[in-house]
């Protein structure tokens, strides 16, 4: 990652913070018009958007937190679950008196969304899943990996902490095996995150809530059908070799409606390898869908087995 371009990221986004539960939440927020949350994938922070923000922010309200244990927000000893992150999402759309959101998550921010979409419906216009977690079980081999008991002694010597300082000579390092510029950037930014004792701490406790040695240990799957109503758009890259792009196949048969958009050339960081094209998508699923008006009344009758009405009903 250029250190200027980091610098410049950071000078157009300022992050800012509120107090949730006695904790510090970290977001970004630029833009004004109808209301965006984007979340970021383990690891990652509210800067993996910043390229997306740059563009939306012309015509959207652009909401990206940085999610407990992540980025600048507080790293407790406590809940990293989907469910709990859902929660925290849905308390800052309060403290920052945003009422309903188009919810964008990529990677674990994906699981997070989902569950957002289940737990708080009202709350959520469009759903919006990039490189998803919480699909199926497939999950890159080093992350099941780094669930096992003792990954937490290991890290320090995978993340030693001199890495921080070694700059570019990793992305470039990654770069010259053949990875795209960005994605060896966004790789190398997720890298130095973890060569922070705190953050280490942080991504075992969000891993193990969400991916074992066997593969991903929390699925969606059997409740997508609670979408139905749901403008849902699902974006994927390719080449993803973190989660392979078969699950964008399986969600989008299995949720009724949904737009897929398969990304040539592209890994598991569609909104960062190519962010003008993954921003063209996203504004023409906007503007051709209308918000989800998808009740709690509604699912409780959907969880009951009862349809919605017809059209013409």
């Known amino acids: 990652m250029d250190p200027a371009k980091s610098a410049i990221g950071a000078a157009e986004f300022p992050v800012k913070h509120v107090s949730l539960h006695g904790e510090r939440l970290a977001y970004r927020r630029a833009g004004t018009g109808p209301a965006l949350l984007l979340l970021h994938g383990i690891a990652g922070s509210s800067g993996t958007w910043t390229a997306a923000t740059r563009i ?138 973890l060569t922070e004792p705190e953050n280490r701490q942080a991504f075992i406790r969000t891993m193990r809530a969400v991916i074992d040695p066997g593969g991903q240990s929390v699925s969606a799957i059997n409740r997508l059908y609670l979408a139905a109503e749901m403008p849902t758009l699902i974006v994927w890259g390719d080449q993803d070799r973190i989660i392979p792009v078969a699950h964008a196949y399986k969600a989008h048969e299995t949720i009724p409606n949904s737009r897929l958009e398969i990304l040539q050339g592209v890994g598991h960081f569609p909104h960062v390898e190519d962010p003008v094209r993954f921003v063209e998508i996203l504004v023409d699923f906007l503007r051709t869908t209308e918000p989800s008006t998808f009740t709690p009344e509604a699912l409780r009758e959907r969880l009951h087995g009862i349809a919605p009405p017809s059209d013409g009903a």
Request: charged share 20%.
């Open 56 to 193: 939306l922010q012309h015509d959207y309200t652009v909401l990206a937190p940085d999610f407990l244990g992540h980025g600048r927000s507080s790293k407790p000893l406590g809940d990293y679950s989907l469910g709990n992150q859902a929660s925290g999402m849905r308390d800052l759309l309060h403290v920052l008196d945003i009422d309903r959101v188009t919810v964008v998550g990529q990677s674990f921010g994906g699981g997070v969304a989902m569950q957002f979409a289940y737990q708080f419906p009202e709350r959520c216009e469009r759903l919006v899943l990039v490189d998803a977690g919480g699909l199926g079980r497939e999950v890159s081999w080093m992350l099941r990996l780094l669930t096992l008991p003792a990954a937490e002694y290991v890290m320090p010597l995978l993340f030693p902490g001199r890495a921080r300082g070694w700059g570019n000579s990793v992305a470039t390092f990654i770069g010259n095996r053949g990875i795209r510029q960005p994605r060896a950037a966004e790789m190398w930014r997720s890298y130095r995150s």
